[in-house]
T-cell receptor, first 110, second 113 residues
Framework: DAGVTQSPTHLIKTRGQQVTLRCSPK?????VSWYQQALGQGPQFIFQ???????QRGNFPDRFSGHQFPNYSSELNVNALLLGDSALYLC?????????FGPGTRLTVL | SQQGEEDPQALSIQEGENATMNCSYK?????LQWYRQNSGRGLVHLIL?????REKHSGRLRVTLDTSKKSSSLLITASRAADTASYFC?????????????FGKGTLLTVNP
């Protein structure tokens, strides 16, 4: 079992650009959640996808959007990047209670 | 917003000693979980304790939960250098299929060999 995988590992963008991050859930998991973790902080919930629909959303602007595919994999899109979007983006998959996290994508916005 | 607050923010101990980290939260919860994170990488799930449980053990880990005080503690016994990491508590207030974790800022544990 490969666990939760994310791509890419690292990404550097400039302000105003758009970025897409990808996540493949653990085998058998149908729910994917995305978190943003700024340096020195705990992860903050962005949104959660289940059955290809956004089921819950945290306090993030509409510049953050996502998608879930029929195979349960998911994408996180961020438009009009700001310097403050620089963070580690974590994907977590789950079926019932326990969430399994991927290694994250480190996004740097210059 | 962050619901959990870990205490202390940083903890430095010697190998073999016990490490205790505390977590306080604000709202009613369905369960509380502890995670470990090494050097800004992915989070590793350590243990989950439900709101109707008071204590749980897993290997060298012991977690307690006091819902009346809205607090939890994580005890790592006989610590090892490999335990050096950041530890986060996370609460689930939604329950059921609407599952969302709210994390604290974490405790940075350093175990010196």
């Amino acid at each position: 079992d490969a666990g939760v995988t994310q791509s890419p590992t690292h990404l550097i963008k400039t302000r105003g650009q758009q970025v897409t991050l990808r996540c493949s859930p653990k085998s058998g998991h149908d729910t994917v959640s995305w978190y943003q973790q700024a340096l020195g902080q705990g992860p903050q919930f962005i949104f959660q996808y289940y059955e290809e629909e956004e089921r819950q959303r945290g306090n993030f602007p509409d510049r953050f959007s996502g998608h879930q595919f029929p195979n349960y994999s998911s994408e996180l899109n961020v438009n009009a990047l700001l310097l403050g979007d620089s963070a580690l983006y974590l994907c977590a998959s789950s079926r019932v209670y326990e969430q399994f996290f991927g290694p994250g994508t480190r996004l740097t916005v210059l | 917003s962050q619901q959990g607050e870990e205490d202390p923010q940083a903890l430095s101990i010697q190998e073999g000693e016990n490490a205790t980290m505390n977590c306080s939260y604000k709202t009613s919860i369905n369960n509380l979980q502890w995670y470990r994170q090494n050097s800004g990488r992915g989070l590793v799930h350590l243990i989950l304790i439900r709101s109707n449980e008071r204590e749980k053990h897993s290997g060298r880990l012991r977690v307690t939960l006091d819902t009346s005080k809205k607090s939890s503690s994580l005890l790592i016994t006989a610590s090892r250098a490999a335990d050096t990491a950041s530890y986060f508590c996370a609460t689930d207030a939604s329950g059921g299929s609407n599952y969302k974790l709210t994390f604290g800022k974490g405790t940075l544990l350093t175990v010196n060999p």
